[in-house]
């Protein structure tokens, strides 16, 4: 079956600097892949529509500079979380869409990121 | 309002018994999809089936079951034989096609099976 790679899984990393993951759909082109970010016991909140070749479209009340989207492939899509500060901590995952006969939306395995 | 409303927090299931997640959308949009996912403790986000709108029969796969009414705006699933494996959060998702693919989701539900 499709299969969506993220890395890294786990980031701990220190207040003010920026991390960036990576999502990666490794058996088929994905044009278009989303960022989620999920919160302890609640569910997936959108943040951002990653398409390729084009700036990212932005759900409202995220913030543009602070995460920034990078989709530089058909198989890759990055968000960086730029100056993290605590309240960026949290569970951060994508997903690729793929067309055809059998419609469906694969995910990737998710990144957690702690701030310290 | 609610795109996609899942009214049960918690679900208790007893093994090898069928349960039913309600879940509920609202659009206008007449070309639209809807997704079931799977999320254990570790994370990752299974899928497990897929309706469309203009779907004449509800979607199966393997022991699941979408119970799709469309007229009522329900999209429940149905999980047969309960395994202990089943145990996780389980999510409604609606994609609508006028708003460029993406997946809304509603607040899950975590279902608990009993051995």
């Known amino acids: 079956g499709a299969v969506v790679s993220q890395h890294p899984s786990w980031v701990i990393c220190k207040s003010g600097t920026s991390v960036k993951i990576e999502c990666r759909s490794l058996d088929f082109q994905a044009t278009t892949m989303f960022w989620y970010r999920q919160f302890p016991k609640q569910s997936l909140m959108l943040m951002a529509t990653s398409n390729e070749g084009s700036k990212a479209t932005y759900e409202q009340g995220v913030e543009k500079d602070k995460f920034l989207i990078n989709h530089a492939s058909l198989t890759l899509s990055t968000l960086t979380v730029t100056s993290a500060h605590p309240e960026d901590s949290s569970f951060y995952i994508c997903?690729?869409?793929?067309?055809?006969?059998?419609?469906?939306?694969?995910f990737g395995p998710g990144t957690r990121l702690l701030v310290l | 309002a609610q795109k996609i409303t899942q009214t049960q927090p918690g679900m208790f299931v007893q093994e090898k018994e069928a349960v039913t997640l309600d879940c509920t959308y609202d659009?206008?949009?007449?070309?639209?999809?809807l997704f079931w996912y799977k999320q254990p403790s570790s994370g990752e986000m299974i899928f497990l089936i897929y309706q469309g709108s203009y779907d004449q029969q509800n979607a199966t796969e393997g022991r699941y079951s979408l119970n799709f009414q469309k007229a009522r705006k329900s999209a429940n699933l149905v999980i047969s034989a309960s395994q202990l494996g089943d145990s996780a959060m389980y999510f409604c998702a609606m994609r609508e096609e006028n708003q460029g693919g993406k997946l809304i989701f509603g607040q899950g539900t975590e279902l608990s099976v009993k051995p």
């Open positions: 997903s690729a869409r793929r067309g055809g006969a059998k419609e469906t939306q694969y």
């Open positions: 659009t206008s949009d007449p070309s639209y999809g």
